[in-house]
C-alpha cells in the first residue's frame, strides 16, 4: 500500500488523528517493570533495554485500535548500544502485529550510498527486495526494519533526499523537517531568502520531491514536519504543500492545543498526524490516572487526546 494511503486507512479505521511517540526513558517505566528487568540483569544497558521493550509491548496493546500510528524516536535506543537496538527491533514487529503503521523518527540525513544505506537499515520492506534492502555477505536481500516512514532532515538538498525515496509503488515514505516545533527553530527556519523565508523554500521542495507520488489518498509518500507551536505557519505551509502529510509535533507537552496542532490540516481535514510522546507514555504519573494501571492510564490519555483533536479537526475546517 502507498504510504500516505497506509495512514489514511488506519486514520479511518480508527477515527484518530494522534501518532504516539514511543520514547522510553528509565524515568517513565513503571516500577515493577524496572524491578523484574534489573533481577534479570542486574542495573545495565540489557536491563533498561529489556524493561523499555516490555513497556512498550504493553503499551501498544493498550494503544491498538486507537492511534493513527506509533514513532519510536531513535535516540532513545541508540542510547543503549546494541540491546537498546534491539528493543526497538522487537518494538516494531510489535507495533505490526497490531497493525500499527511506524514511523521512525531518525532525522537522518546523508547524501549517495550512505543515504541509501539508511534507507535499506529503516525503511526496506520485512520481505526483502532486491536493490531496495540490504545485503547478506553472499549478495542475497535482506529484511530491514520495515518502517513505513522515516523522518529526514533536508538541509543537505535533493542529494540528500532522492535515496529515501522508494520506488513505485510508494510502499515508504519520509517526513522532511520543514518548520520545527522548538523554540530556536525560526534562527534558520524563519530566515529570508528569495520569494519568502527558508521554511517556505523547503516547503516548495518538499512538493516538487512528492509531484507525481500522489497515493489515493490524495497525498504524497513526501510529508513535512511542521511544528504545533506555529499554527500561522502551519497554514501557510499547506498552501505550499497542498499533498502532503504533516507530522505534528509539539501538542500537549510543549503546549500547543487541538486548534494549533490541526491549523494545518486540508480543507477535508485531512493531512495532519499529531503527535504526543511523555503525556502518553507518562500518563500513568498523572494524577488523574492514578487509579488506574499504567497501560489503562495510556490508554485513557490517548482517548482524551482524540477527543480533543477531534474538536480541533472541526474549528480548523
Not at 514536519?225 to 497542498?242: D, F, I, K, N, S
Request: charged share 15%.
Amino acid at each position: 500500500m502507498h504510504a500516505a494511503d497506509l495512514i489514511q486507512a488506519a486514520i479511518d479505521r480508527t477515527r484518530s488523528i494522534a501518532c504516539v511517540g514511543l520514547d522510553p526513558r528509565p524515568n517513565l517505566i513503571p516500577k515493577a517493570l524496572a524491578d523484574a528487568a534489573i533481577a534479570n540483569h542486574g542495573d545495565t544497558v540489557r536491563a533498561c533495554a529489556e524493561a523499555f521493550f516490555a513497556y512498550n509491548r504493553d503499551l501498544i496493546r493498550a494503544i491498538a485500535g486507537a492511534c493513527a500510528a506509533v514513532k519510536p524516536q531513535m535516540a532513545c535506543y541508540e542510547a543503549y548500544g546494541s540491546a537498546g537496538m534491539r528493543a526497538l527491533e522487537l518494538t516494531v514487529a510489535c507495533a505490526h502485529e497490531h497493525g500499527i503503521p511506524v514511523i521512525i523518527d531518525g532525522k537522518r540525513n546523508d547524501i549517495g550510498s550512505t543515504a541509501e544505506h539508511y534507507a535499506q537499515a529503516y525503511l526496506a520492506p520485512i520481505a526483502p527486495t532486491a536493490g531496495r534492502s540490504p545485503l547478506s555477505l553472499a549478495g542475497s536481500p535482506l529484511p530491514g526494519l520495515g518502517a513505513a516512514w522515516l523522518t529526514v532532515n533536508a538541509y543537505l538538498g535533493s542529494d540528500g533526499v532522492k535515496p529515501f525515496l522508494a520506488p513505485h509503488p510508494a510502499a515508504t515514505g519520509i517526513f522532511v523537517l520543514v518548520k520545527t516545533s522548538n523554540a530556536s527553530s525560526g534562527e534558520l527556519q524563519d530566515v529570508a531568502c528569495d520569494h519568502g523565508p527558508v521554511m517556505e523554500r523547503m516547503a516548495r521542495l518538499v512538493t516538487a520531491w512528492g509531484a507525481g507520488r500522489i497515493g489515493r489518498s490524495g497525498m504524497s509518500d513526501v510529508g513535512a514536519v511542521v511544528g504545533a507551536t506555529y499554527p500561522q505557519q502551519a497554514r501557510r505551509l499547506r498552501e505550499l504543500m497542498p499533498d502532503a502529510l504533516f507530522l505534528v509535533p509539539g501538542y500537549g507537552a510543549q503546549g500547543a492545543s487541538a486548534a494549533d496542532a490541526t491549523a494545518g490540516a486540508r480543507a477535508d481535514g485531512r493531512g495532519v498526524l499529531v503527535n504526543s510522546s511523555r503525556a502518553i507514555m507518562g500518563a500513568w504519573q498523572d494524577q488523574r490516572f492514578a487509579s488506574m494501571t499504567w497501560a489503562d492510564a495510556a490508554r485513557a490519555a490517548l482517548d482524551a487526546m482524540n477527543a480533543d483533536l477531534a474538536t480541533g479537526v472541526r474549528t480548523a475546517t
